[in-house]
């Protein structure tokens, strides 16, 4: 199949980590969102959590007001972040699992376990016009329960296959790889993220049918050495090496 160019989300959440450490303005994740765009990012990713642990409603209300790229709004499937996607109503909305004590979002949705319980936040989500997609691991069933759910994408969960390694990471690539054709081939938007680094995103960009990848803590914390915009200029660089996309944006062989 023709291989698309793979659309980078920066996720900024831990711009908001750092400024939040403090209580103070500085770093604003909103700045941090204008200097990706001018970097290359073509959409801007923030997980607004129930615990409010990093990014806020006001950073939320911000940058619906000033990107001029698509947001794609990381929440949970709770009644509070349905109402709040529903009066900024981003282009996008990625369905996380979310428990409170978690570093980060440690495995994908139950979207087969909890199907009749997210049925009503997908519906709702999609009757406004934004864009559902549901954050899972790379499995046939819950591919299928995103199928019956309607949601027209989901983002494959890559965080075990960056912390694995050796043979048990090429295991987990290829059980990656099968998921992407399986859902793509459904008829499903296919986008991955959760742990990318240099190191680990190019055997993922490579995966034809896959979209988007939404990549934020390894950017953020690479910017301290090199700066934001080298750091997305430099993964931007590795996703279209791996793509086969050449500078000048043709598509080489
Ligand atoms: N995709 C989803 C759905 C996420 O929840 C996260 C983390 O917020 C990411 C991608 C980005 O992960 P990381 O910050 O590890 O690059």
Sequence with gaps: M???????????????????????????????AGLAVLAGADGITAHLREDRRHISDEDIASLSDVLAVPLNLEIAATDEML?????????????????????????????????????????ELSRAGIRVSLFIDPDETQLDAAISLG???????TGAYCELTGDARAEELERIKKAVAYGYGKGLEMHAGHGLSYETVKPIAEIPELMELNIGHFLIGEAIFHGLEASIVEMR?????????????????
């Design 237 to 253: 660089r590795l996703m279209d090496e791996a793509r086969g996309v050449v500078p000048n944006g043709a598509t080489g062989a």
């Design 83 to 123: 109402e709040i996607a529903l009066r900024h109503k981003p282009h996008a909305c990625c369905l996380v699992p979310e428990k409170r004590q978690e570093l980060t979002t440690e495995g994908g949705l139950d979207a087969a376990g909890q199907h009749n319980r997210l049925k009503h936040y997908v519906d």
């Design 2 to 32: 023709r291989r698309n160019k793979l659309r980078l989300g920066v996720n900024i959440d831990h711009v908001a980590t750092i400024r939040n450490a403090r209580g103070i303005r500085h770093p604003d994740p909103v700045r941090a």
């Design 151 to 157: 949601a027209p994408v989901t983002e494959i969960h």
